[in-house]
């Protein structure tokens, strides 16, 4: 749900809003749309065997953004990488 929560938080104004889930994970954010402050009518909830559990792709007007825990890993792993290599993380701040 965290996940969900912040993606919602950034995202909301883009509605309409896709969110592809672990078939678990929908079946738990289903029961949470009022909680999340989710519309039902801008909300589809699609369930997605090939995300792992706690991930999510999330298709909004302007885009898709994949919060997969694999890929947050994958970008942590780049930054440290860089950070050892002596490259300056793109994101950092001066």
Request: with cysteine; charged share 20%.
């Amino acid at each position: 749900l965290s996940t969900v929560q912040q993606l919602l938080s950034e995202f909301r104004q883009h509605e309409p809003l896709a969110l592809h889930l672990h078939p678990q994970d929908l079946a738990w954010v289903a029961q949470s749309m009022a909680e999340l402050g989710l519309n039902p009518e801008q909300t589809q909830l699609r369930p997605d065997a090939s995300i792992k559990l706690g991930g999510c792709l999330l298709e909004s007007t302007v885009g898709t953004l994949d919060a997969r825990l694999e890929t947050q890993l994958q970008r942590l792993r780049d930054s440290l990488l860089q950070v050892r290599r002596g490259e300056e993380y793109p994101g950092a701040a001066l």
